[in-house]
């Protein structure tokens, strides 16, 4: 059957296509090293027409582009759709730039201020672009209207759905904090990065960033426990993993299952371990959750490209 | 009156010395940018000699050194003290390397397990070099013996002092953490780093972090302030400041008064104002806090080089 949708996920450091026949099924796909960072501004058509020109040579294929190919340092900034957003959100909101091609917004939510309006100060905001996709992918692909969704990764999001529609969602530096700590901070010196993973190192420091002093201070006693030689070095990088991710999951244990876990499997893996740890079940979802995604949009689409299933 | 000690205080980053009269008082002072990482590893004699051999003639003077050159990066490694430690055992524990110098050693806590015994991991040590002479320095200048003591920088640490003991000590990456953000992180591209100190935006940031999601999820947020243009870029340094030293005062909020700030005149103020947004107040002091720890530590010697006054 001839592919229905081009789905096209451009974030900051690739680029990653499939091809989607009429009932949701992925025929081809192809990835790239070539995020946005990667393309000069102005080059987006060029860049796309060179990898990905002859998959758009049929004429009636559509494709929709979900990532950061839509904000300001992308293709063209398509507005941040508000939250609670839903399917149909997304859909009406495409951002068509050529007669076929359209950009999926990302997501924008606001939290309620925790003081006093007399302390009033900015806001906070939070933002997305692709995960939102990934998220109305494993809803589609688990049939659920109400889950936690959670997106490990640089900036790992944690999303809430109800009825269908993302409520609000939270951001967390963690995977940044990672790389930094490992490579710029003093515990840089001590840390082997290429040693093997230590599941019990990171158990063990998932559970420990569960209470205590906070963060900033159990990161610190990683270089404590180098230096007084009771976790061995090469468990160092699991430990701070661990501390790291069981922060996280310390700030988010509090949202209601259940889980859907979305991302690579390397990194579900750890958070998977994390959460059993702490006694919380997860379901984990892998890059599908994008193509289901998309091709759920393409669905919405009137006339709609892709079949609904009966 | 002629000086009796030789206080110096060889860090990280610098060296500084100030010559001490029988009485206490501080008669001269030098300080080079010669800190421990700058001097080559068996080069420390020489380095003194040179910077400070002429303050060594005097026959009777004797020299007590704190900070990281009593670390294994240093002169010579001075065995930690463990907690609960006072002024005496720091004086008995001097670590004499010639027969006038002396290096003094650093504390080492144990923090307490707060795992199950069954679920036993690595403990958390903590350890200071150098600030424990300002501790007792700054009781002795303010005649307590129960305090909590904080000393920001880099790695900030908060000592609790019950009968002029330090029972325990913890510390915070704040400092660091800082930096590592404001350089090298998704932060860097946005921050203003020369902008002029926003006394408003540090404020309303040391109070956001007291609640909600915490540092992983606030200081994102200090991206999206930016991309939403809640704050001036010009206020972001400053914020992301707040949501830090915040987050120090968030986990430390249960240390009981009176608190004791030792540091330098920046970064004090910064803590002060914090703690005083959060309704707790505190004596701000300097580095005079080192030279009399110093003075406190010589005057315990048997015989005292430092008369006691009365």
């Known amino acids: 059957m001839s592919a229905v949708l081009l789905a096209v996920d451009w974030g900051t450091s690739s680029l990653r296509a499939a091809l989607i026949d009429a009932h949701g099924q992925v025929q081809d796909t192809r990835e790239f090293a070539q995020g946005i960072l990667h393309v000069p501004q102005g080059e987006f058509a060029k860049v796309f027409q060179h990898r990905l020109g002859d998959w758009m040579q049929a ?34 909101r495409l951002h068509w730039i050529e007669p076929r091609i359209a950009l999926v917004p990302g997501l924008h939510c606001t939290h309620q201020k925790t003081l006093d309006a007399d302390r009033i100060g900015p806001g906070q905001d939070d933002v997305m672009r692709g995960e939102e996709v990934q998220i109305f992918g494993a809803l589609s692909i688990t049939g659920l209207s109400q889950a936690t969704v959670v997106l490990p990764g640089t900036h790992s999001k944690w999303a809430q759905v109800r009825d269908s529609r ?8 963690t995977g940044e904090l990672f790389a930094l700590l490992s490579q710029h901070s003093i515990l840089a010196r001590t840390l082997v990065t290429d040693a093997p993973w230590d599941e019990a190192a990171f158990v063990h420091a998932v559970q420990q960033a569960q209470t205590g002093p906070g963060p900033l201070a159990h990161v610190f006693g990683t270089r404590t426990s180098a ?20 922060e996280e999951l310390r700030a988010t244990r509090d ?23 702490l006694g919380r079940s997860c379901t984990v979802l892998t890059h599908e959750a994008t193509w289901a995604g998309l091709a759920s949009l393409a669905r919405n689409l009137n006339p709609p490209v892709i079949h609904h299933e009966r």
Do not use: K
């Open 59 to 92: 004429p009636e294929r559509l494709c929709l582009i979900s990532g950061m190919a839509g904000s300001r340092q992308g293709w063209q900034e398509a507005p941040y759709c508000p939250c609670p957003a839903g399917f149909e959100d997304l859909s009406t």
């Open 227 to 246: 230096l007084f030689e009771r976790l061995p070095a090469a468990a160092l990088t699991s430990h701070l993993s661990g501390l790291l991710i069981g």
């Open 255 to 277: 949202m209601p299952d259940p889980l859907l876990l979305v991302g690579n499997s390397t990194l579900s893996a750890r958070y998977a371990l994390a959460l059993r740890a």
């Open 166 to 173: 993302v409520q609000r969602f939270q951001t967390f530096m």
